[in-house]
């Protein structure tokens, strides 16, 4: 009992813990108030924990639990990773993979300034010239995701009125957020017609009444129909809307705008496609196939833009500054025909198998002579994030086995600064080198190496 009561005397204040060498960081990272409230949190427990019998712990066990309790409180800080999952739009890890180019300028900005007029201007000009010239669109707008593009176009142009849509197409999204939701929350009527599998044009047309705020076509991006299955596409739906002055909105979600088949994926339908088919608007994401930050994309008729934008919701979902320069520099990227050299996402696309296999092997050679088990492998990898859903193409990879736990070498890789996600399957560790690009190959590397030597000790 005295020693227990000794020890109680003996524990440091959260004053002087905090400020153990170990916790500078967290503190950078976190904030003072916060590491000092899960110091607190910790020294508490220990305190009831002894006094109970259990087992008296060292400042520096209750440093490391202060540092596992910061994120399960607070969530993790945002920082970058090196993905080897095979995965390249991971929505998990950020969707897109951003690059260095594209990023706000320091300090103050002409966000909303014309330098030459002198005077007060409209944010995201630019952006918006560029995503209509490659949507072969009279004007567009942006907003900062695609949910807030097709509840900003339901809301403007539809709220109080009926919505048609196909029931093939009433898809859920990431995060479990459902196309009938969006129409009821935009203050529309939802008007399902046809089947889950076989909507014909006249579904719709048998549907357009006097109460019709506009038709709905929603691109299944994010999961495939097979089998007995009929739907009605954009050009033939355009026939209707102009013979009932009836605005047709697609939403295609995914964002293409170039022909993905020279990476050797299928045709992945564009936004200029959908104008050219007789779309009067179109929405897509910012962070999937356009490989750009969240955003959310509307193309279409001068007419119907300026209404949205003149809508006051749209205030509420109006990109910043940041998602604004980084579409800019997508965008840019894909006019000049350069987003296989200046976007990541593409170069990613890009990687040769050859080339890969190069970079494998002269990963495995090191690793080999550093005594750790691995080999070259062939694997595929996914675009994901809702788009092309079931489209495999081949990539090249490592399989490591460690010798100790998987499980334990992998969380070791996840700790590491930067954080290296792979996967597991059947007690096997696996790289994927086409979601990695090569000049992270240094780094990865050295992380490798380094999870070995921890655990050899």
């Not at 299955?229 to 009836?246: D, F, P, T, W, Y």
Request: net charge neutral; proline share 5%.
């Amino acid at each position: 009992m005295n020693d227990i009561n000794e020890y109680l005397r003996r524990l440091p204040s959260v004053e002087i813990l905090t400020t153990h060498p170990r916790l500078e960081s967290a503190i950078a990272v976190y904030s003072r108030p916060l590491v000092v409230d899960a110091t607190r949190e910790v020294i508490d427990g220990v305190r009831r924990a002894v006094t109970a019998g259990g087992s008296p712990l060292s400042d520096y066990v209750m440093v490391d639990k202060i540092m596992e309790l910061l994120p399960q409180r607070h969530g993790e800080y945002l920082r970058g990773v090196i993905n080897a999952t095979g995965v390249l739009i991971h929505t998990n890890l950020g969707r897109v993979p951003l690059g260095k180019a594209g990023v706000a300028p320091e300090g103050y900005s002409n966000l909303e300034y014309e330098l030459a007029a002198g005077k007060r201007g409209k944010r995201g000009r630019l952006v918006d010239s560029m995503i209509a010239r490659l949507a072969g669109a009279e004007a567009a707008l942006v907003v900062n995701n695609n949910a807030a593009a097709v509840y900003l176009c339901l809301s403007g142009l539809a709220a109080g009125k009926e919505v048609i849509i196909s029931r093939g197409e009433l898809v859920q999204i990431g995060g479990g957020f459902r196309i009938p939701d969006i129409l009821a929350r935009s203050g529309a009527r939802l008007v399902e017609v046809g089947t889950t599998n076989k909507t014909s044009l006249s579904d719709y047309a048998g549907a357009v009444g006097p109460a019709t705020g506009l038709i709905l076509k929603v691109h299944r991006s994010n999961f495939k129909m097979t089998g007995f299955i009929a739907e009605a596409g954009v050009k033939e739906l355009s026939g209707i809307g102009r013979e009932q002055g009836i605005p047709l909105v697609m939403d295609l979600g995914s964002g293409a705008v170039s022909d993905l088949r020279q990476f050797g994926l299928p045709h992945e339908p564009t936004l200029s496609d959908c104008i050219r088919d007789g779309a009067d608007l179109v929405t897509a994401s910012g962070d999937k196939l356009f490989g750009g930050p969240q955003a959310g994309m509307i193309a279409g008729t001068r007419e119907l833009i300026e209404k949205l934008r003149s809508d006051p919701f749209y205030r509420a979902l109006r990109p910043d500054k940041t998602c604004l320069a980084g579409l800019a520099c997508a965008a840019r990227a894909h006019l000049d025909g350069s987003a296989a050299e200046r976007l990541p996402l593409y170069r990613m696309l890009a990687f040769g198998l050859d080339k890969l296999r190069q970079r494998a092997e002269d990963i495995m050679l090191l690793l080999r002579q550093a005594g750790i088990d691995c080999k070259v492998i062939m694997t595929e990898s996914t675009v994901g994030g809702g788009s092309l859903p079931e489209e495999l193409f081949q990539s090249v990879g490592l399989e490591i086995r460690p010798e100790q736990k998987v499980d334990e070498y992998a969380a070791w890789l996840r700790g590491h600064q930067p954080p290296i996600i792979g996967t597991i399957t059947e007690g096997i560790f696996r790289l994927d080198l086409r979601t990695v690009l090569p000049e992270q190959d240094p780094v990865l590397m050295a992380a490798l190496v380094g999870a070995a030597g921890k655990f050899a000790l």
